[in-house]
């Protein structure tokens, strides 16, 4: 895992190696173009304090090995006069001015101009012009070069100080309980800092509630499963104690009743678990005309049994995006709540249709209904509504989770529901999409 601390030194220090590198590319391009000014004009005065005399003879030449700057002097009849340095692959003669030459001993900056009556023809090399230039950028910028040390350790202790902040933040975390989760405090950070601290604080935030609504499921499906398992150990008790088949019989139903009953209340328990919101949710176009027909067929044959009229009204084509077998757990549970309650006669009216464009599915039945008061209560985990004259005559047990995983599901798929008063007298739900 890269470090921030050492990025940061590593890339502040190549930015400011390539800025002492761009300075002294600057500094060396003027200090040249200083070079060849003063240079320039040092040859055009040696030129002009020459004597403008005729030569009445050669001047003696010599060759000292250092070429500084090379002199030869023509007089009017082209004739060579005196040369300082004859080993100088110069030309014999230039044009008037100044000029660059190139030979194999490198660049030459000229200088020809006529003095009296001689041609004069002053040379230097350019490379002494070069390294006069490298010599003034290097002077300039060697405390900047001998400073970088120094520099990268104050990058590195300044970033340091930086990141302090982040290192209380890890420690704090570091240093918690598991079961810590108040939030962090948000005093003394900067600013950088501050927005990752709120997060962090959000996902503690969201973490505690999940904790909180974990324990209470944990709590209260131990305190449900306890009454059906109790009665069917009760029931267990009774079959081993019969007399005669009749009541090991009697017993028996009972006991697979109690089976049933708590079978019914562990698949309910696993149902909402999996409709918590931090469940996973597979979500893809799910075709709901096809989907409510198919929860409609498969609870016809229970509907039947028990006397109740189930069908389809009006379907009309819908497609949702969300988990498909979700779905299928809400609308059987809705289903299977509307076919329960509904007494033997009575009827229960599915219908999907488009309410301002969004999929709406109405279950509407002839039952006992929900009082208004307790329409805002029936969503909540194990709560079951009071019986009454009407709700007796169902003669129905349940395991108050159903509407509980409902509302779950439609929360998960942006849905909301809305009980009401059917047509028929019963209960109408309304699930819009």
């Known amino acids: 895992m890269s470090s921030i601390r050492k990025q940061l030194l590593f890339w502040l220090l190549a930015i400011v190696v390539a800025g002492v590198v761009l300075a002294g590319w600057l500094i060396y391009r003027q200090a040249l173009a200083?070079?060849?000014?003063?240079?320039?004009?040092?040859?055009?005065?040696?030129?002009?304090?020459?004597?403008?005399?005729?030569?009445?003879?050669?001047?003696?030449?010599?060759?000292?090995?250092?070429?500084?700057?090379?002199?030869?002097?023509?007089?009017?009849?082209?004739?060579?006069?005196?040369?300082?340095?004859?080993?100088?692959?110069?030309?014999?003669?230039?044009?008037?001015g100044f000029s660059t030459e190139r030979t194999d001993r490198g660049d030459w900056r000229v200088y020809g101009a006529i003095v009296g009556d001689n041609f004069v023809q002053l040379a230097q090399p350019v490379s002494v012009r070069n390294r006069l230039a490298a010599n003034v950028a290097l002077r300039t910028l060697w405390p900047l070069i001998v400073l970088l040390p120094f520099l990268g350790l104050a990058v590195w202790l300044v970033v340091g100080r930086g990141l302090k902040p982040l290192a209380r933040v890890t420690n704090a975390l570091d240093t918690r309980h598991p079961e810590a989760l108040d939030p962090l405090p948000e005093q003394r950070l900067p600013r950088e800092v501050t927005p990752l601290v709120r997060a962090l604080n959000a996902l503690l935030n969201r973490l505690a509630q999940a904790r909180d609504t974990q324990k209470a499921?944990?709590?209260?499906?131990?305190?449900?499963?306890?009454?059906?398992?109790?009665?069917?150990?009760?029931?267990?008790?009774?079959?081993?104690?019969?007399?005669?088949?009749?009541?090991?019989?009697?017993?028996?139903?009972?006991?697979?009743?109690?089976?049933?009953?708590?079978?019914?209340?562990?698949?309910?328990?696993?149902?909402?678990?999996?409709?918590?919101?931090?469940?996973?949710?597979c979500a893809q176009d799910v075709d709901l005309r096809v989907l409510l027909e198919d929860c409609v067929a498969s609870r016809a044959t229970v509907a039947q049994q028990r006397g109740v009229d189930l069908g389809i009204e009006q379907s009309t084509d819908a497609t949702v995006h969300g988990d498909a077998d979700a779905l299928r757990v809400m609308l059987n549970n809705l289903l299977d709540n509307a076919t329960k309650y509904t007494p033997e006669g009575g009827r229960v009216d599915v219908a999907l249709r488009l309410d301002g464009g969004h999929p709406l599915v109405r279950i509407a039945d002839s039952g006992p209904g929900i009082p208004v008061a307790e329409r805002a209560r029936v969503f909540d985990r194990f709560y079951r509504v009071g019986g009454g004259a009407s709700r007796a005559r169902t003669d129905v047990s349940g395991t108050g989770l159903g509407l509980a995983i409902v509302r779950r599901i439609a929360d998960q798929h942006n849905a909301t529901i809305t009980l009401g008063d059917s047509p028929a007298g019963g209960l109408q739900v309304d699930v819009r999409f």
């Open 34 to 96: 200083e070079a060849n000014e003063l240079f320039d004009y040092q040859l055009q005065e040696i030129a002009d304090a020459l004597p403008s005399e005729p030569f009445s003879e050669i001047l003696s030449s010599r060759d000292t090995g250092n070429e500084g700057i090379v002199l030869q002097i023509w007089n009017r009849n082209g004739v060579l006069m005196y040369y300082s340095h004859p080993r100088v692959p110069l030309a014999p003669r230039t044009e008037l």
């Open 217 to 281: 499921f944990v709590a209260d499906a131990a305190h449900e499963l306890r009454t059906p398992l109790a009665a069917v150990q009760i029931q267990a008790q009774l079959v081993a104690r019969a007399k005669d088949d009749d009541a090991r019989r009697e017993a028996l139903d009972d006991l697979q009743a109690g089976v049933t009953r708590a079978t019914r209340l562990a698949e309910q328990l696993l149902a909402l678990a999996r409709s918590e919101p931090d469940g996973h949710v």
